[in-house]
């Protein structure tokens, strides 16, 4: 069977997209008073004319306490004039626009938001010095309730898919966390209760919004905390590939979804599992100040490790969800030529997600498709990745540090 060209027109959900290819979410840091901004409309129309299908805005927070720092846009009344006029400028480049609905949970800052930073457990949260504030029951349904609003809002704002963030232990990912779920409750111990929030909110974001939008999940397969195969999904070993297929089969039997995106990795424990390649221990440091830029001098080589890169680099992991649900899937990880696309179509995958790539470059779609042989000029060096902390970009790019592919 010959697998789909990956620039041509697929279904996802009630959608058409013009090809297979998404911008995947990558916080911008074009929002420095939590709306809209120039910047930000023209980081995504630059990226919806350089010929993917659609492009995520990353990061819609459902709440205030909900952001990594207060900069973040959280879906409110106020933000959603800005937000119309994003999704018109992506549309008008003939692509279609997805928000990223998500809690950071013990990612977000709590000194920054002014606010308690949220966990299943009390657990540790470091952005802000502190440690979580333990959901209860009550908390978990005003929670659902809270992503479903946030569900109307981005729908009302012309948003036409809505990404449900299930990764990288945020809160959503930390419920399902063994490692950091220590709950006794319906929501804890078992992976049916610790996939019970999740579920939930699936269930109320669809019922609020029907088909009027596309839905899927992020959703990590290994949190990169321990070993990622079978038997090592444990209070010491975290979330890992085993409780992932388990969990997309949840997912897929309730009917509440249109696609998983796998990711891997911990904004938490491990974030450069979801990266790979070089780690910019310096830089990342010196994205901060205070006790926090100290702290990450001296933690950086246990915190951000080295893992090597390759293009698909989570097609291994993935290939065993592919495996698990008929979901379509969307691979995300070191997707930057044809020869990568064409993998994952072949192998089962339906739609490729891209990121670094198109910081360097974002027409790499178009180039791409008029030249096949085409590659990309992303070194997997990670520098645009402390540029969240100010203006998300490929320092490259920008000339602000020399290109190594002009040496060679």
């Known amino acids: 069977m010959t697998s789909p060209d990956p620039f041509t027109p697929a279904q996802l959900g009630p959608l058409t997209l013009r090809n297979r290819l998404i911008k995947c979410a990558t916080f911008e840091g074009a929002t420095p008073d939590a709306l809209v901004t120039d910047d930000l409309i023209g980081f995504h129309r630059e990226v919806a004319a350089g010929g993917v299908a659609m492009s995520t805005v990353a990061y819609c927070a459902v709440a205030p306490e909900g952001r990594t720092d207060r900069h973040q846009i959280w879906l409110r009344e106020d933000a959603m004039p800005g937000l119309r006029q994003l999704t018109d400028a992506i549309h008008a480049e003939g692509a279609l626009a997805a928000a990223q609905l998500g809690h950071a949970g013990p990612v977000a800052n709590s000194v920054s938001n002014r606010k308690k930073a949220l966990g299943p457990s009390r657990i540790p949260a470091p952005m802000g010095m502190s ?132 990711t891997a990795g911990s904004s938490l424990l491990n974030p450069m599992y979801l990266f ?72 089962g995958f339906d739609f490729v997600a891209m990121g670094r790539a198109l910081l360097r470059e974002p027409d790499l779609p178009l180039r791409i498709r008029a030249d096949p042989t085409t590659t990309s000029r992303c070194v997997h060096c990670n520098l645009c990745m402390p540029t969240i902390y100010s203006h998300t970009r490929c320092p490259i790019r920008e000339g602000e540090v020399p290109d190594p592919l002009a040496l060679v």
């Open 131 to 262: 440690v979580t504030h333990k959901l209860d029951a009550d908390d978990i349904a005003a929670m659902v309730t809270t992503f479903r609003r946030a569900a109307r809002i981005a729908v009302d704002c012309g948003f036409d898919g809505l990404e449900i963030h299930c990764g990288h232990n945020y809160l959503i990912s930390c419920f399902l966390s063994p490692l950091l779920n220590h709950r006794r409750d319906r929501y804890g111990g078992s992976l049916v209760n610790r996939a019970r929030f999740a579920r939930e909110i699936l269930a109320a974001v669809r019922d609020e919004i029907g088909d009027e939008a596309a839905i899927w999940v992020k959703l990590n397969m290994y949190d990169g905390v321990g070993q990622p195969g079978p038997g090592h999904g444990s209070r010491f070993g975290g979330f890992n590939i085993d409780e992932a297929c388990a969990v997309a089969q949840l997912l897929e039997s309730d009917g509440h979804i249109d696609a998983i995106e796998p």
């Open 276 to 347: 790979h390649g070089e780690p910019p221990r310096a830089e990342f440091a010196d994205a901060f100040h205070g006790a926090m830029r100290t702290g990450l001098r001296v933690a950086a080589p246990f915190f951000l490790k080295h893992y090597e890169y390759h293009d698909a680099y989570l097609l291994p992991l993935a290939r065993q969800l592919r495996a698990a649900v008929r979901l379509p899937l969307i691979l995300l990880g070191g997707i930057t030529d044809r020869a990568s696309m064409d993998k994952a179509l072949e192998e």
